[in-house]
């Protein structure tokens, strides 16, 4: 899209938003191109808005544990440790309306890291209390006020994507004491919803909002379309992955700054969720994809050398978005903090070095963000909010594109059906850190 100074008038995106069991309403909407920093864009779409609220609020009220165990499922979903995965809910019976939050927590990185999940509660549900406080900004949004809420621990540490029954070792070439643990992310999902449907009301659901952030994120772009196949058809279902966006190809802290060339830009460890039997393999949006890619209708960089394959690529979530069928509004800062200081191994220090591998590692992310989602081909249905800021999981208000908060600009979007591609895109290096609204 050509940079362009002033209030433009893009595509005609109008009609572009199919709501399945919803009312169609009318909007009015402008798309805003603005110069920022340094040859930057900011590209926004905002609409008049309408707020939601259920019936019989809840929201003062604790979540309470369930367990995904024998009485419960009928079989027993593993945390790694093998002690029972769990969800915690807040029900209101009266309401209809439901958002699902898949907590975040990182990656089993190597085996080390691993092994020391298992012995904490990115790993293991013995310290799970019997209830929690909803402390997630979104889920005491007044718009989601006396909403049906369940907060699903992280304890697989693969990303929300395992499958596989019975234990093993994903990383065998690293372990002399044969060590094995339980890799049943995607699983837990599933076992989550047949309890949702079997025991509580989701059957019933008119509403229904995955998300989640960091592996949460990640794990909502994996689980999107899965979620929405058992939900009731006519529910409006969307997605909102945060901090998920992981997979873009860019070299390492020490490479960029000594000028060094990798032949595969994605992180060498990422193989490792094949032994798990990941559901991005199975599932009909990663089969489409690897299919695309063996009929050499999609190429995909660094897929056919040494450290990933294509079933893996197929797995990311740049790769895997395009062909993911439900409604998904991205939230992600552009200058991935986590990306950049753990991925990317960058030192926390403010020196010349730093600043121009952030600069390097937010244009990366920035420039699938803009390919795949702004100026792709689901740009009639989904939405984006991506502040150019150097963090991870993103507040739920505060931080601004264009006026429009993060909030806002997401329910807008579902609430009202008005097009969002907020995509904040300064290269100024102080904007960045500081985070500052546009």
Request: overall charge negative; proline content about 5%; some cysteine.
């Amino acid at each position: 899209m050509e940079e362009t100074q002033g209030l433009v008038q893009d595509r005609d995106l109008e009609s572009s938003r199919p709501r399945s069991g919803s009312d169609t309403y009318k909007f009015i909407f402008f798309i805003v191109v603005l110069l920022l920093g340094v040859g930057g864009v900011m590209i926004g779409l905002f609409a008049t808005t309408s707020g939601a609220s259920g019936d019989n609020p809840t929201d003062d009220h604790m979540m309470h544990r369930v367990f995904l165990d024998e009485p419960t499922v009928g079989k027993e979903v593993h945390c790694i440790d093998g002690s029972p995965a769990a969800f915690y809910i807040l029900l209101n019976e009266s309401n209809t309306n439901w958002i699902i939050w898949l907590q975040g927590g990182g990656i089993c990185a190597d085996l080390n890291d691993c092994k020391d999940r298992a012995r904490s509660g990115l790993g293991s549900s013995t310290g799970y209390g019997e209830t929690r406080t909803p402390g997630e900004a979104m889920f005491n949004d007044p718009m989601y006020k006396g909403w049906n809420k369940v907060w699903v621990p992280y304890c697989s540490g693969d990303v929300w994507a395992g499958t596989v029954e019975g234990k093993l070792n994903p990383f065998p070439e690293d372990d002399p004491d044969d060590w094995t643990g339980y890799f049943e992310g995607h699983s837990i999902v599933e076992s989550t919803l047949e309890v949702l449907h079997t025991n509580f009301s989701y059957t019933q659901a008119s509403n229904v909002i995955l998300t989640g952030c960091s592996a949460g994120g990640m794990g909502t772009f994996l689980n999107c379309d899965y979620v929405a196949s058992v939900t009731a058809t006519g529910a409006r279902f969307a997605c909102r992955p945060e901090a998920g966006w992981f997979g873009v190809g860019f070299h390492s802290y020490e490479e960029f700054i000594h000028n060094k060339t990798d032949p595969d830009l994605r992180p060498p460890s990422s193989n490792w969720t094949n032994y798990i039997e990941p559901w991005s393999g199975k599932s009909p949006e990663g089969q489409a994809c690897m299919a695309d890619v063996l009929a050499n209708k999609t190429n995909i960089d660094y897929c056919t050398v040494r450290k990933m394959d294509v079933a893996s690529c197929c797995g990311t979530p740049p790769i895997l978005y395009k062909y993911i069928e439900s409604d998904v509004f991205v939230s992600q800062n552009s200058a991935d903090s986590y990306q950049v200081y753990v991925q990317g191994a960058a030192p926390q220090e403010d020196t010349e070095n730093v600043t121009n591998y952030v600069l390097y590692v937010q244009n990366a992310i920035y420039n699938t963000l803009r390919d795949q989602v702004v100026l792709g081909k689901k740009n009639r249905t989904d939405g984006i909010f991506s502040p150019a800021c150097l963090d991870h999981c993103m507040p739920w208000e505060g931080q601004t594109i264009y006026t429009r908060t993060h909030a806002e600009a997401f329910n807008d979007w579902f609430f009202k059906g008005a097009p969002s591609l907020f995509l904040d895109a300064s290269k100024d290096a102080t904007h960045i850190r500081d985070c500052e609204g546009s």
